[in-house]
């Protein structure tokens, strides 16, 4: 018998049997003890699924997501490989299966795990006990220090004041505004873990936001690099994974270096900062196997700056791209605040409730932006039931946020910038409960009261004080997203016009 040409006597021939058996036996395997009862979705190749359709799709997998769901509706299920994969396309069905106990474990990732040892640690990428332990306890921390409160406004202030300074000495010419958000953003997670706000010509500080916003450029569409799953993907000895590999080994020599330091000069009874409660912890902890170890200590902290630093530094990148685009909302916004606030003082947070005009700009930005445009993806600890479709254990689950804020159903006229949309005929704030940028359930975004103190205070005090102006002859704006970690808007360039 011949196979494709090749007889028994050439090699080839078996190379092509092993191939097909192999093919054949993956779909008996896959039709007789394959998940059951899947949600609807693309077939892909055997072995692959439909992981060369997402490679096709290339730079914009958002697109291809939402042809999906237009197709196959508001549960969608595919292979990546022998991993099934579904996708929450709706509100309603986000909010079900985000609250259920059995759909929040989370993908590891193996390059972590090889360099630092972080193996189910931290907050973001822990699953079980560990992760409510250690989510509860940062929680906890966060209310000591008062972080997303009223109490900690003076230094998310004293942040926003360090940027516009640095804004006022670039007297109106042109400048990227992403390392300074970065820093001014970063340099409040500083305050937070290490007790620290660095000058923004800091050294050691612009080198750690170096590496840190190079590993989040280097992991691709939703941090796709950190999460591979191949053994000894640390040893690559080339390309991306060697400068990933490179970038993840300093920082984590960093962060030991500041508790190290903590450790030196610590005072059990004037706790600064996130180091010092979790050293304290640590001390307290007698129970062998619990959680609070030095490791999970490095990983919230690694968690804390790869979430908390670059969402919000994008969500203010989209704020000053829409204010360009849209120089009537942006005077509507300085006169109100100018109205509310006057210029002699800094915004506070007890401005918002007389703020619904500038509060909506923000959500529409929010909603445009769409800065973490497929969440955090979930993984099941158990088969499941959702709306009447099994969700396998293992399968990952993404929410499909980008869908949401985009639904024309639930935004009429869902792709144009309308700040209105938020605003009764009284002109009061319209909060709507499908505005999920910070996910929903019991995983939801730990830093939101935070993020949007940050979006607020950021937001307005650059507005009291400058207006920001596409330079002459630069690009034609573009409200492209770029996904990263998160979704970017194109670099751009602004001036910042001081105000008379
Ligand atoms: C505009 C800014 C931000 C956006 C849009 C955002 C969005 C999100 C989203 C969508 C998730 C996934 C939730 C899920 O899995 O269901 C998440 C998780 C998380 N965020 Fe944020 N975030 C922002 C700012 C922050 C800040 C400032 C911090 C830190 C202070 C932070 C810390 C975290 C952590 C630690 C998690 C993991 C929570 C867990 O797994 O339990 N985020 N965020």
């Known amino acids: 018998?011949?196979?494709?040409?090749?007889?028994?006597?050439?090699?080839?021939?078996?190379?092509?049997?092993?191939?097909?058996?192999?093919?054949?036996?993956?779909?008996?395997?896959?039709?007789?003890?394959?998940?059951?009862?899947?949600?609807?979705?693309?077939?892909?190749?055997?072995?692959?699924?439909?992981?060369?359709?997402?490679?096709?799709?290339?730079?914009?997998?958002?697109?291809?997501?939402?042809?999906?769901?237009?197709?196959?509706?508001?549960?969608?299920?595919?292979?990546?490989?022998?991993?099934?994969?579904?996708?929450?396309?709706?509100?309603?069905?986000?909010?079900?299966?985000?609250?259920?106990?059995?759909?929040?474990?989370?993908?590891?990732?193996?390059?972590?795990?090889?360099?630092?040892?972080l193996k189910n640690s931290g907050i973001a990428f822990s699953n079980g006990d560990v992760w409510k332990e250690q989510r509860k306890f940062t929680h906890s921390v966060f209310r000591s220090l008062g972080v997303g409160k009223k109490s900690y406004e003076d230094t998310v202030s004293a942040e926003m004041t360090q940027l516009s300074s640095v804004i006022k000495e670039k007297k109106g010419s042109p400048f990227d505004p992403s390392t300074l958000f970065m820093q001014a953003v970063s340099n409040i997670i500083c305050s937070i873990v290490f007790g620290t706000q660095y000058t923004y010509d800091d050294e050691a500080f612009k080198e750690i936001l170096h590496l840190v916003n190079s590993n989040v450029q280097l992991s691709g569409g939703g941090g796709t690099f950190l999460f591979l799953p191949i053994p000894g993907i640390s040893k690559i000895p080339f390309g991306k994974m060697k400068l990933m590999t490179?970038?993840?080994?300093?920082?984590?020599?960093?962060?030991?270096?500041?508790?190290?330091?903590?450790?030196?000069?610590?005072?059990?009874?004037?706790?600064?900062?996130?180091?010092?409660?979790?050293?304290?912890?640590?001390?307290?902890?007698?129970?062998?196997?619990?959680?609070?170890?030095?490791?999970?200590?490095?990983?919230?902290?690694?968690?804390?700056?790869?979430?908390?630093?670059?969402?919000?530094?994008?969500?203010?990148?989209w704020c000053i791209l829409f204010m360009m685009a849209n120089p009537q909302v942006q005077s509507r916004v300085q006169d109100e605040l100018?109205?509310?606030?006057?210029?002699?003082?800094?915004?506070?947070?007890?401005?918002?409730?007389?703020?619904?005009?500038?509060?909506?700009?923000?959500l529409e930005v929010?909603?445009?932006?769409?800065?973490?445009?497929?969440?955090?993806?979930?993984?099941?600890?158990?088969?499941?039931?959702?709306?009447?479709?099994?969700?396998?254990?293992?399968?990952?689950?993404?929410?499909?946020?980008?869908?949401?804020?985009?639904?024309?159903?639930?935004?009429?006229?869902?792709?144009?910038?309308?700040p209105e949309r938020f605003l009764t005929a009284d002109g009061e704030l319209i909060k709507r409960d499908e505005l999920i940028f910070f996910s929903t359930g019991r995983r939801v975004c730990i830093g939101e009261q935070l993020a949007r103190m940050e979006t607020f205070l950021g937001f307005t005090s650059l507005l009291q004080r400058f207006t920001f102006k596409k330079p002459d002859n630069s690009p034609t704006l573009s409200f492209e997203g770029v996904l990263g970690i998160s979704?970017?808007?194109?670099?751009?360039?602004?001036?910042?016009?001081?105000?008379e």
């Open 1 to 117: 018998m011949s196979i494709m040409g090749f007889t028994e006597t050439e090699p080839g021939y078996w190379l092509l049997a092993g191939v097909l058996g192999l093919l054949v036996a993956w779909l008996v395997k896959h039709l007789i003890t394959g998940p059951k009862n899947l949600p609807p979705g693309p077939t892909g190749l055997p072995l692959l699924g439909v992981a060369w359709q997402i490679y096709k799709g290339g730079s914009d997998p958002l697109a291809l997501f939402a042809a999906w769901s237009k197709k196959y509706g508001e549960m969608v299920s595919f292979f990546v490989g022998p991993k099934p994969i579904i996708i929450l396309n709706s509100y309603p069905v986000i909010f079900e299966a985000f609250r259920h106990p059995d759909l929040q474990d989370r993908l590891g990732s193996r390059l972590l795990q090889e360099i630092i040892g």
């Open 487 to 499: 979704r970017n808007p194109v670099p751009y360039m602004t001036c910042a016009v001081v105000r």
């Open 366 to 418: 929010q909603r445009k932006g769409a800065v973490a445009p497929l969440g955090v993806p979930h993984v099941a600890a158990a088969d499941t039931t959702i709306r009447g479709y099994t969700i396998p254990k293992g399968a990952v689950i993404v929410s499909n946020i980008f869908e949401v804020l985009n639904s024309e159903e639930l935004w009429k006229d869902s792709g144009a910038f309308k």
């Open 246 to 317: 490179n970038n993840i080994r300093s920082v984590n020599a960093f962060i030991q270096s500041q508790i190290e330091s903590h450790e030196k000069n610590r005072d059990p009874d004037n706790q600064r900062d996130f180091i010092d409660q979790y050293l304290n912890k640590l001390d307290e902890t007698k129970d062998t196997v619990s959680s609070f170890t030095k490791l999970n200590l490095t990983g919230c902290i690694a968690d804390l700056f790869l979430a908390g630093s670059d969402t919000t530094t994008t969500t203010l990148k």
């Open 338 to 362: 100018d109205h509310v606030v006057g210029r002699e003082r800094i915004p506070r947070l007890d401005d918002i409730k007389d703020l619904p005009y500038t509060n909506a700009v923000i």
